[in-house]
């Protein structure tokens, strides 16, 4: 009926199908996800569901492990004892869909991935485990749980943007601006360039210093304080890459008011 292991996903993978379904848990760290063109994240709070034949791929990030359950994509006889779990279970597999875990659901998850670490070499008991987790997703589907929908592969500049503004002060990475994007860093630099016409680092650095540069003019706040609010890790710091990229000083800039 299925089969369950733990899985360490590379960062880079190829699309694929086959004739079972699939679902897909994160355990610990962060998976991107790709399914039939549509695009998503994973982490330990979410599941993804890939009915059989589906074209579908899943990367991992630096660190990360995910459950893996392949099911059968035919039906057993009905006089199986299994038969009533399995179409229970099939009823998970209509569509794709990454499926949010409430707190119980997403115990019992880490609970069975350490019990499937602790007896690695006994199939049956993985594989009762990973019943129990698809029976008990297939209940909270049924009872309205959440649902997060895959979408087509593209970046939103202004969300970007927002992100950057609300955390101006904290130490932003592009591997954090992938993540908001729900996207891998080697796809996100790719679709960055290809919507940005830029790097990911100088988007950064441009509305870091664009805020700056309205700081200067509409408050009175230092140059040290807003070196401190726009993230820079110095007012040295800040003053050399206002002269390098917009060629004055913030004291010149204010000046020029």
């Not at 694929?16 to 709070?45: C, F, K, N, P």
């Not at 119980?104 to 990973?130: C, N, Y």
Request: net charge neutral.
């Amino acid at each position: 009926m299925l089969s369950a292991r733990l899985q360490t996903l590379p960062e880079f993978t190829h699309q694929h199908r086959h004739d079972h379904h699939q679902a897909v848990i994160g355990v610990y760290g962060g998976t991107e996800v790709s399914v039939d063109g549509m695009e998503g994240r994973l982490d330990t709070w979410r599941a993804c569901l890939v009915p059989a034949t589906i074209r579908h791929e899943f990367s991992g990030g630096r660190e990360n492990q995910v459950l893996v359950i392949d099911v059968d994509a035919w039906h057993p006889r009905p006089q199986d004892p299994h038969y009533r779990d399995f179409l229970t279970v099939s009823r998970l597999f209509r569509q794709p869909v990454v499926v949010g875990l409430d707190a119980h659901l997403q115990q019992l998850v880490q609970v069975s991935a350490t019990e499937i670490r602790r007896s690695a070499t006994e199939q049956g008991i993985s594989d009762h485990l990973a019943t129990a987790i698809l029976l008990a997703l297939s209940d909270r589907l049924d009872k309205g749980a959440e649902t997060v929908p895959l979408r087509r592969p593209g970046l939103d500049p202004e969300n970007l943007r927002q992100y950057v503004l609300e955390n101006l002060n904290e130490r932003i990475t592009v591997e954090d601006l992938a993540a908001q994007a729900c996207l891998s860093q080697s796809r996100f630099h790719e679709l960055f360039r290809e919507t940005m016409a830029t790097s990911p680092y100088r988007f950064l650095l441009n509305t870091r210093l664009d805020h700056a540069c309205q700081m200067l003019r509409t408050t009175s706040l230092s140059v040290a304080d807003i070196s401190f609010r726009t993230g820079f890790s110095s007012q040295s710091a800040f003053t050399t890459a206002l002269r390098k990229h917009r060629g004055l000083t913030p004291t010149q800039l204010r000046e020029r008011l």
